[in-house]
């Protein structure tokens, strides 16, 4: 189990489904089952997991543009980003200002960022 700031933690599981128990906005934890994520993208597990600990419901209509769609978009979905709209909810809940263009803001590169071999500063 690792515990990743003070309002988060994240476990695994063998079997029965990856899930997460909010306890309030922001706050909670995560479980992943280990066998499912050697069936669907781990990322996207992760982060749509993330995303009910974010205040999110689920939105099982089969999208895989939509994080919250989760399984029902099958195995082969592997995207791990909120759609706009679900970043702008997350925003609303949190009570950030709306965002001022469609998408902006959501991480979309690579953590951690890919090494730059050679590189010298
Ligand atoms: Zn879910």
Excluded: K
Excluded at 69 to 76: K, P, Q, W
Excluded at 82 to 87: C, Q
């Amino acid at each position: 189990m690792a515990q990743c700031g003070s309002n988060l933690v994240i476990s695994y599981t063998y079997g029965g489904g990856s899930y997460a128990q909010r306890t309030s906005l922001g706050n909670g934890r995560v479980v992943i089952d280990y066998y499912q994520a050697q069936q669907y993208s781990p990322l996207r597990i992760m982060t749509h997991e993330i995303g009910h600990i974010l205040g999110l419901p689920d939105n099982y209509n089969g999208n895989c543009a939509l994080l919250m769609s989760g399984g029902s978009a099958g195995t082969s979905c592997t995207n791990p980003y909120p759609s706009a709209a679900e970043a702008a909810r997350v925003d609303q809940l949190f009570g950030f200002a709306p965002r001022s263009a469609t998408g902006a803001g959501v991480f979309t590169g690579s953590w951690p960022a890919p090494a730059t071999v050679g590189a010298q500063h």
